[in-house]
């Protein structure tokens, strides 16, 4: 019972997160198609981390779903990754607004790789409360994704400082990679049941 | 238990969707009747996307009910019929505060066509997992409705370059046509409990 | 199921516009105490839409708690009734910024009345599905608290003509009114258990 | 299952104010970090009320979970709570936009005291209910935090209009405080199960 109403939480936050993210596109005042050009760029960065948020209420469903008892660190822990997660609307519309220049792009990444390091907190908890040899554990593997994602926003944010361009394709490409839902955990947990 | 997070999550999204494209109707800062004047076609705008994600919420409900293992692919399908509900806002707003001029009754039509294209891919995949003679499948059948409602949106588009207010009729039509909610699939699950 | 379902979109639409008409109260752009007179009539507002949401919240809970099947009309019903509450938030900002003036005070009114006679509808069609000798037809008897309030709303928005101050005394009157829980139903329904 | 519906209601509630403070953050219109500045006292202001919103999920979260049954007086006294919570995003806004000067500084801290002042009215209505000697009673004890967190917010509030950055630091401080999750209850619950 705990579980679910962390669950039902962290799927209202994500929610409305993923929601309100739209908010940043301004209503253009003109009314022909040219009015929407300075829209265009923020409904990329939309799309975006629409995606992203998708991921990580994605990844984070399998994860609780191995979750046998919650306990208060874990409830901390998530409210530090949702915490980072909120983020993402004044991100994306400060990277939007701006075209994805340098600061605006080093800190779309800055928050991204903050939520990287939350989840992968989270994940830690709740493998050392499950045991090594749980089938989260043994799911999770080498997780070699939770390592090459934050290497790569950290290289990211160092490159927005001299082709910003180049760190938002970096954007792009790690929310493909992580498009291919975890399927180590849903692979092992099915064949358990 | 999956199946539930999955419409947990849909409806909190459905939810802020319909709730928030109120905040596009802005206070007037007038206090008489008159002020009320330039809010009004946002209302009628306001009016017809609610009816609309009422729609998308019913049918949405019933598709789902019928829905035994939530798998990856419509977890990214449904997510991908969200993200083109969540301009709905956006859309709503630009067309009311333009008074269904021609270039934001063609984008309110596009948004509609996505979503109606969105709704069918994902029931394609639910079809796909359930089996082409399963409760669902027989349920849709030839799904005319699903059909004629892209085809009259992607004529609404075209017609808003000559005559938006007869497009915007359109879109009154196709919800009307819609309001029915989806016997067919109400009247075969319940037969068969 | 589906009653669930039902439950959770309704709380959902609910707790967004109990929350959102708080965006209502902008933040003053001053830092001391007299920024907050402008703020304050808002704030007033806000707290007599915050107790009639939660009313409705509260009476929503127990006339849904009666019902053993949803079917489609209840469906349309309950999303006709959201409709009219989600303007809550909008009356109220207006009603807030321009201290009960004539127009605003109306509107309010009428908003009020058409949620009223909503949540009338979708009590008849509750009552028609459930059967006139249903535990929830009893418990509603007579409702003459559901028949006073529409009545005083109405006065109260003929009343905003000619002294709008006296038709804010009448919206405070009737949510004082509905303060107390709908008992009926609740004595009944446990009687029963 | 009134109880679910007590507990998804304050959880939606919740989830939305816990997100929509992040609204108060306004994009800025430069590209540069230096855009950030005037924005970095509301990150801090909104990153305090998080973590209290936080504490406040976490401690509803174990004080519903020891009611048995829910009644009206538990339903009332619990939106009480969610007034004063929903007015965070409103005084975060305020104190992070003027650097928690004295105004907001004292206005921050009467929406805590308010707010904790509500939690103990629900909290005693629980245990009258419960009785004297029930599991969350003798969980709940002498409730010595409790009581010492109102007392330094009131002298928060006084002190704001001498030293408000001490004012401040007293808000921080009552949020470490509170951080350790309220193991009093979780432990006796935990025993008897």
């Known amino acids: 019972m705990e579980k679910n109403r962390l669950e039902a939480f962290s799927d209202g936050v994500l929610a409305i997160i993923i929601t309100i993210m739209v908010l940043e596109m301004k209503v253009p005042h003109g009314a022909d198609i040219a009015a929407l ?3 265009l760029p923020v409904f990329l960065s939309y799309a975006l981390s629409f995606v992203y948020v998708g991921i990580y209420w994605n990844n984070h469903h399998h994860l609780i779903k191995a979750v046998r008892k919650v306990n208060g660190a874990m409830m901390w822990a998530n409210l530090h990754l949702l915490f980072w997660l ?3 609307p004044f991100v994306t519309g400060w990277a939007g607004e701006n075209q994805f ?3 605006p792009t080093a800190l779309y990444g800055a928050v991204l790789l903050l939520a990287a390091i939350a989840y992968k907190i989270l994940q830690s908890i709740i493998i050392a409360a499950e045991g090594c040899d749980s089938k989260i554990a043994v799911a999770i593997g080498r997780d070699s994704k939770g390592w090459v994602s ?3 926003y950290a290289a990211a944010i160092a490159l927005a400082f001299f082709l910003p361009w180049l760190s938002g394709c970096i954007y792009v490409f790690v929310a493909l990679l992580w498009l291919i839902p975890d399927r180590r955990i849903e692979r092992i947990v099915d064949e358990s049941q």
């Open 37 to 39: 050009k300075p829209v």
């Open 86 to 88: 909120s983020l993402f």
């Open 150 to 152: 934050p290497a790569l």
């Open 101 to 103: 220049t340098t600061a």
